[in-house]
């Protein structure tokens, strides 16, 4: 199976999931699953269980989404951890897993790769953004400062 572990922006592990892992696919109530967010292309946070206030506050200050799904069976048989931080990358790729919902292990993960997001309402406009590349490359809601 295809992983980055090895890659400098794979961090941590929650439960059975690495970063570097493809975030386990997990069918939720109705016709949802957890993988419905990851159509917006953009670095994201998944909680299974509850997120905590300092989390919160962390993931509104840097723009960055912010999903938490109610804890089940599924997510248990996914390999998933209760009420675990996962940082999702936009390919779906787990950068950051961890256990404890303290933010300091995201913010360190920020400050080394300089990764800076922006509300998603600010890249609405960008969908016809062509760059340098050409128009087939993708913008998504980060930047990597190196």
């Known amino acids: 199976m295809l992983n980055y572990r090895k890659s400098a922006l ?3 592990r929650a439960g059975g999931v690495v970063g570097g892992d493809r975030l386990p696919w997990i069918g939720l109530t109705g016709d949802t699953d957890n ?10 946070v998944h909680v299974y269980g509850r997120a905590e206030n300092r989390l919160r506050e962390v993931c509104a200050r840097r723009g960055l989404a912010l999903h938490e ?4 069976a ?6 998933l951890a209760k009420d675990a931080i996962y940082l999702v990358r936009p390919d779906g790729y787990v950068a950051y897993a961890s256990r404890e919902q303290n933010p300091r292990g995201i913010e360190r ?11 998603a309402a600010e890249f609405a406009s960008l969908d016809s953004l062509e760059v340098a590349r050409g128009p087939s490359t ?9």
């Open 10 to 12: 794979s961090v941590g």
């Open 35 to 44: 993988f419905a967010p990851l159509r917006t292309l953009g670095w994201q």
């Open 69 to 72: 799904f109610a804890w089940g």
């Open 74 to 79: 599924g997510a248990r048989q996914g390999g």
């Open 109 to 119: 993960l920020f400050s080394r790769f300089q990764l800076k997001f922006a509300a």
């Open 138 to 146: 993708h913008i998504s809601p980060v930047s990597l400062n190196t």
